[in-house]
């Protein structure tokens, strides 16, 4: 007796209602005494992007849950444990998958890229009511936009985006940091959970704009590394004392002068400068604009750099102090740019590939913005604010461990997110799949009738 194939529909419903047992599961531990029904209120509105709905109003409307009880649920999980989720409890889901990847060969974790990128995404808000809704500058927009700024460090495993730790900026307060500040905490909170799980961050690179480029960051990964950052995120309400000299914070063991340079565990940094950065290089000193144009000329093709012009060259900076620059031309354009490397250092072809990763954080965004909608999330207040962009943060996880799994499958393997999100379930009967998955949750019977009134 032969077994009948399963449908796509049939394993995308199963895919479903395991992500949702799964992700259940995981839940629990980082929100501990919430109550189940609340637990699954939450869960069942990140999961709610297979409806098309985009809030928390939109799922009422197409499931009849009750709209008091539902809004209380969602905005009584206060900004502690948010925060302990968003910056501490992403790394459970990203260790496993990092550890078994360092375990591959030289070859394959090249591919992978093994990339930690930094950047932030402004989401436009015009309402007064919203938490930490103030004026940004908007790289999309190219203008000062009003709304909140959000600031994310991920990890990129080839084509695996896996947030580590996100954070919602703040213009009012004490202890405010400044860009480079939180990606200098952020990184030094990285170090210390991949420590704990055996893995060194040595291995990886990290990648971000001249935006978080500073001179404690050139430091860091020098191995040159700052206070263990607390293990809670909201003990760390103000950055320690500064050094009284301008330097970068020290480490025991790691004083400047007492350890040999080439054998502290440096972490290679990527990033984009600026023209106004002064560099002396051979011995004479100008602006990184001027060098664009004097070393114009020395641009060819090298080594792993697939036909690009580069030119690479060792360089000094009163503010960064030995680096590496490398001018390139950016595929598809005719203007000279140029990237720092700091750290360990790397040869041409080896810093445009790794780099080549950067803009996977764009897609990041992208996918939380445009397939998630974030923006559509209307919460009030801190807790709202810090719901709005936690939820949206499930979703994307679940929708991307679905992805992952259904990849093994042949019919599935050329899948997108947004694929997912937006094709399938036209195919399938997604509100019977929510019935069944939240029974206590979920009405049994909502109609049309219902919705309209």
Avoid at 68 to 74: I, M, N, Q
Avoid at 304 to 313: A, L, M, N, S
Avoid at 344 to 349: E, K, M, S, T
Avoid at 428 to 434: C, L, T
Wanted: charge should be positive.
């Amino acid at each position: 007796m032969t077994t009948a194939k399963k449908t796509a529909e049939e394993h995308f419903a199963e895919e479903m209602r395991d992500a949702a047992e799964e992700f259940g599961k995981i839940l629990r531990p980082y929100f501990r005494g919430m109550p189940d029904e609340n637990l699954e209120t939450l869960l069942l509105i990140s999961m709610a992007v297979f409806l098309g709905a985009d809030n928390v109003y939109q799922v009422l409307q197409v499931l009849g849950l009750p709209k008091t009880a539902t809004y209380d649920r969602v905005r009584n999980i206060s900004v502690y444990h948010w925060r302990k989720f968003l910056q501490s409890h992403l790394y459970s889901l990203a260790i496993p998958l990092l550890a078994e990847r360092l375990s591959k060969s030289d070859a394959t974790r090249s591919r992978d890229g093994l990339i930690l990128a930094v950047d932030d995404t402004v989401i436009a808000r015009i309402a007064t009511e919203l938490g930490y809704v103030w004026r940004w500058w908007s790289g999309q927009l190219k203008r000062v936009a009003k709304g909140q700024n959000v600031i994310a460090l991920i990890l990129v495993v080839g084509d695996i985006i896996l947030p580590l730790d996100i954070r919602i900026v703040s213009k009012q307060g004490r202890g405010l940091r400044t860009k480079p500040e939180i990606y200098e905490e952020m990184l030094a909170a990285a170090r210390a959970r991949f420590a704990t799980a055996g893995i060194d961050i040595a291995e990886l690179r990290t990648t971000g704009d001249a935006a978080y480029f500073s001179e404690k960051i050139a430091a860091f990964c020098r191995g040159k590394f700052p206070a263990e950052a607390p293990s809670d995120p909201d003990t760390a309400t103000s950055q320690s004392d500064p050094d009284p000299a301008g330097g970068a914070p020290e480490t025991p063991g790691h004083e400047s002068g007492d350890t040999d340079p080439a054998l502290l565990p440096t972490i290679t940094g990527i990033f984009r400068g600026k023209d106004n950065y002064v560099f002396e290089i051979d011995g004479k000193r100008q602006k990184a604009g001027q060098w664009r144009k004097d070393l114009k000329d020395s641009l060819a093709p090298g080594w792993g750099t697939d036909g690009q012009p580069v030119c690479r060259t060792g360089a000094f900076s009163e503010k960064f102090g030995d680096i590496i620059l490398l001018f390139y031309i950016p595929k598809g354009r005719r203007a000279i740019s140029h990237l720092i490397t700091v750290g360990r250092p790397l040869r041409a072809g080896e810093t445009l590939h790794a780099y080549s990763f950067h803009h996977r954080i764009e897609d990041f965004w992208k996918l939380l913005k445009d397939t998630l909608e974030l923006g559509a999330m209307h919460l009030r207040g801190r807790e709202g604010a810090h719901a709005c962009v936690g939820i949206k943060i499930i979703a994307y996880l679940v929708v991307s461990m679905m992805r992952q799994n259904l990849k093994r499958l042949g019919r599935f393997r050329n899948v997108t997110i947004s694929g997912l999100v937006g094709l399938c379930p036209k195919f399938v009967d997604v509100r019977q799949i929510f019935k069944e998955l939240f029974p206590g949750i979920v009405p049994g019977s909502h109609t049309l009738d219902d919705a309209l009134a």
